[in-house]
């Protein structure tokens, strides 16, 4: 037995349905699904200054395996070779834990309100997360809490995230399905129907939606999509877009100039929302020849559509075989070159 007692909600993992993917594993018994973790490990935690300002737990894994991660030690946890993890840890602990950390001076010198959930992806955890809250809310009623989310929770997980977190902050990848394969491994469709769920009837409880930009993926066409389906559903959600810098297998990709998060601005504003940008812009790059000739042989995967198919360029020369990328019907899910990958460049 893997996991330690922590309440009823540990029979979540015994047919994990907690993601989209739903792959009906018994991580009780060691099984492993995309997200090939099996009890709920925490990878880092600190107070953090970035808003909302928190004491902010850091999950190990994640259901994705998106090529530009900016946290690829912890979210490619267990599998990755620099994958790093602190372990497991009693909810009640860590519950009264972060609630000393958001008292202290520091945690007041930087105006820190909460505990916030992030990852990696917290959803895989989600039972072991509500194990938290529960002993956190029983410790105080002065702190909030967040989670954040890459949004491909199952219908009946989002609900259960709804009722947990006091806010949310939503990272939207792509609009069009042949992107957010490419990216991510994972179909769209799961996370646009919580973004249907989420805006009209939680808007209050989106602290943002952050909509990383890739330079040469997320052309003004894609863009255009992400803000029109954002602005149907409410204009008046908030949306900040994060300029891309190279990390893991994108390492060598050029970062987000500024020219392209001023004009997502100006589309989002076209379309009727309140945008704005952060981040560091412009940082050097180019994209490896022989990822431009992957790409264009795997143009017809991705649905003619050229930014999909160099993302998928990318995973191609890294070893990524199944294009388009689909990692649970992918025979390689559980020695995947993506999350094994080890990246030089840092930025
Ligand atoms: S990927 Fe999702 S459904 Fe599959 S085992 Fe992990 S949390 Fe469960
Ligand atoms: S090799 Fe398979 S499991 Fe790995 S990223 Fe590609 S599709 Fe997903």
């Known amino acids: ?46 107070l953090h200054p970035a808003p909302p300002a928190s004491y902010t737990v850091f999950m190990a894994g994640c259901n994705y395996r998106c090529l530009n991660c900016q946290n690829w030690d912890i979210a490619h946890y267990p599998d990755n070779p620099e994958g790093r993890a602190l372990g497991y840890q009693d909810p009640k602990e860590l519950a009264v834990e972060a609630v000393n950390m958001i008292e202290t001076n520091q945690g007041r010198m930087i105006g820190a309100d909460r505990i916030f959930f992030s990852g990696g992806e917290p959803t895989i955890h989600l039972p072991y997360i509500e194990q938290v809250v529960e002993h956190y809310r029983d410790t105080t009623d002065l702190w909030k809490v967040n989670f954040d989310t890459n949004g491909f929770a199952t219908r009946k997980s989002m609900r259960r995230i709804v009722k947990l977190a006091d806010s949310i902050t939503f990272d939207f990848k792509a609009y069009s399905d042949p992107l957010h394969r490419a990216i991510t491994g994972a179909r769209v469709e799961p996370v646009l129907r919580n973004l249907e769920f989420l805006i009209p009837k939680y808007l209050d409880k989106i ?136 990246a030089i460049r840092r930025t």
């Open 207 to 342: 602290w943002e939606v952050r909509i990383l930009l890739i330079p040469k993926a997320h052309d003004t066409e894609e863009i255009r999509a992400m803000c029109e389906f954002l602005a149907d559903l409410d204009e008046s959600v908030p949306v900040c877009f994060l300029a891309f810098r190279p990390n893991f297998v994108l390492e060598r990709h050029p970062g987000a100039p500024k020219r392209l998060m001023e004009r997502a601005v100006e589309i989002a504003r076209e379309c009727g929302l309140h945008a704005t940008w952060s981040g560091m812009p412009g940082i050097n790059g180019s994209v490896p020849p022989e990822v431009g000739e992957c790409a264009d042989k795997l143009l017809k995967h991705y649905d003619g559509r050229k930014g999909a198919a160099l993302m998928g360029g990318y995973a191609r020369v890294t070893g990524c075989r199944n294009h388009p990328r689909d990692c649970l019907a992918c025979d390689d899910m559980a020695r995947c070159p993506i999350k094994r990958y080890v």
């Open 1 to 46: 037995m893997l996991v330690r007692v922590w309440g009823g909600r540990v029979k979540d993992l015994r047919n994990c349905k907690l993601c989209a993917w739903e792959c009906g594993v018994d991580r009780l018994e060691g099984e492993r699904g995309v997200c090939r973790v099996t009890e709920p490990v925490i990878a880092a935690k600190q």
